[in-house]
T-cell receptor
Framework: EAGVAQSPRYKIIEKRQSVAFWCNPI?????LYWYQQILGQGPKLLIQ????????DSQLPKDRFSAERLKGVDSTLKIQPAKLEDSAVYLC???????????????FGEGSWLTVV | AQSVTQPDIHITVSEGASLELRCNYS??????LFWYVQSPGQGLQLLLK??????LVQGIKGFEAEFKRSQSSFNLRKPSVHWSDAAEYFC???????????FGKGTKLTVNP
């Protein structure tokens, strides 16, 4: 079974530039997550999709971050304009359903490493 | 809101020694608990999870964890550490009925030969 795919793996941009990350979840997984992991910290949820709808984007900095999952499969996370503090690993993850209390597991991709200089 | 505390930022052990990584959670009811491992340059891999039943949970790579409600803890253990276990370990919690997985800040494990 193929895992969660992410690209690009690494990106270096200057502040105020834009960047986009792509994620393809495990086939059949309805729920897709984007997490931000700053060096030395645990991952923090940015946005959660259920199929093509947003379930939770309360921690997404909406003035500069946007995400979409138009057809309910793959997803794109965009940052524009980037700030120095956006340097982090952006982890995409998926799970079969949104109900984590029923024993479902969240599966993570390898991450997209962003450095803003 | 639920939270997770991993008191140890960095732990160093010798290869072959035993390991215990600490995790404490803050939540009133029974939480659902997870341990993930992140090797350098990699994503997160699930080691084990606790939802109900037996409080001693077996995971992959020889790891186990024990849920102790009285101590609000879910410590990760391994009897004999291998050099390949060097990585960062994250404890995470989902509150019952919640859809949000909340992570601790992680513990970095270094294994000396």
């Amino acid at each position: 079974e193929a895992g969660v795919a992410q690209s690009p793996r690494y990106k270096i941009i200057e502040k105020r530039q834009s960047v986009a990350f792509w994620c393809n979840p495990i086939s059949g997984h309805a729920t897709l997550y984007w997490y931000q992991q700053i060096l030395g910290q645990g991952p923090k949820l940015l946005i959660q999709f259920q199929n093509n709808g947003v379930v939770d984007d309360s921690q997404l900095p909406k003035d500069r971050f946007s995400a979409e999952r138009l057809k309910g499969v793959d997803s794109t996370l965009k940052i524009q304009p980037a700030k120095l503090e956006d340097s982090a690993v952006y982890l995409c993850a998926s799970s079969p359903t949104r109900d984590l209390s029923s024993g479902n597991t969240i599966y993570f991709g390898e991450g997209s490493w962003l450095t803003v200089v | 809101a639920q939270s997770v505390t991993q008191p140890d930022i960095h732990i160093t052990v010798s290869e072959g020694a035993s390991l215990e990584l600490r995790c404490n959670y803050s939540y009133g009811a029974t939480p659902y608990l997870f341990w993930y491992v992140q090797s350098p340059g990699q994503g997160l891999q699930l080691l084990l999870k606790y939802f109900s039943g037996d409080t001693l949970v077996q995971g992959i790579k020889g790891f186990e964890a024990e849920f102790k409600r009285s101590q609000s803890s879910f410590n990760l253990r391994k009897p004999s550490v291998h050099w390949s276990d060097a990585a960062e370990y994250f404890c995470a919690v989902v509150a019952g009925g919640s859809e949000k997985l909340v992570f601790g800040k992680g513990t970095k494990l270094t294994v000396n030969p």
